[in-house]
T-cell receptor
Framework: EDQVTQSPEALRLQEGESSSLNCSYTVSGLRGLFWYRQDPGKGPEFLFTLYSAGEEKEKERLKATLTKKESFLHITAPKPEDSATYLCAVLITTSGTYKYIFGTGTRLKVLA | DADVTQTPRNRITKTGKRIMLECSQTKGHDRMYWYRQDPGLGLRLIYYSFDVKDINKGEISDGYSVSRQAQAKFSLSLESAIPNQTALYFC???????????????FGEGSRLTVL
């Protein structure tokens, strides 16, 4: 069964305390992996797309990496405004069509 | 203005009522989606449409119907709302590139529906 698992479910960091969020996947026909940020009561906001193992993308304090089994979202020296839920999703081909599978997210809280 | 606009943003209704959630987009994308988000379950696909004449069921389509009125408009209907349809609903769009789909989803701000 195609599956995406994110860990941890929740994470509390002090401002400036770097850490990583994990997204592991068991799928066939991977076409891409996506990271989103979601603030409470808002729609997910696109952050990164990764297409192949070894690929890395960076944006401000965030860096996403991809291997054949998982992706990491590294947060360097986080600030309180980085507090949000981070969602991971994979795009796969299945039965002649495309399908996005989402993880349940990691709720990040950065304390001042 | 948002690229993907959902209306209403919040709605409280009673069991058995018919509800329509509307979505319009200015991104020019041909592919549109309706997702439902529940705590601990993540985003689940209700229906999707790859163009105006194409409608497909997602993993949780029972109790829902959709209409693609134009390339930019995609509405979701609950014919007879029930309490377990209380959730946060998102419309999303994506771009097809050469007939394939490799791109990210762009989401609206969400419609919070409460069924009493």
């Amino acid at each position: 069964e195609d599956q995406v698992t994110q860990s941890p479910e929740a994470l509390r960091l002090q401002e400036g305390e770097s850490s990583s969020l994990n997204c592991s996947y068991t799928v066939s026909g991977l076409r891409g992996l996506f990271w989103y940020r979601q603030d409470p009561g808002k729609g997910p906001e696109f952050l990164f797309t990764l297409y192949s193992a070894g690929e890395e993308k960076e944006k401000e304090r965030l860096k996403a990496t991809l291997t054949k089994k998982e992706s990491f979202l590294h947060i360097t020296a986080p600030k309180p405004e980085d507090s949000a839920t981070y969602l991971c999703a994979v795009l796969i081909t299945t039965s002649g069509t495309y399908k996005y599978i989402f993880g349940t997210g990691t709720r990040l809280k950065v304390l001042a | 203005d948002a690229d993907v606009t959902q209306t209403p943003r919040n709605r409280i209704t009673k069991t058995g009522k018919r509800i329509m959630l509307e979505c319009s987009q200015t991104k020019g994308h041909d592919r549109m989606y309706w997702y439902r988000q529940d705590p601990g379950l993540g985003l689940r696909l209700i229906y999707y449409s790859f163009d105006v004449k194409d409608i497909n069921k997602g993993e949780i389509s029972d109790g829902y119907s959709v209409s693609r009125q134009a390339q930019a408009k995609f509405s979701l209907s609950l014919e007879s709302a029930i309490p377990n349809q209380t959730a946060l609903y998102f419309c999303a769009t994506s771009e097809s590139r050469g007939g394939s789909n490799t791109g990210e989803l762009f989401f609206g701000e969400g419609s919070r529906l409460t069924v009493l």
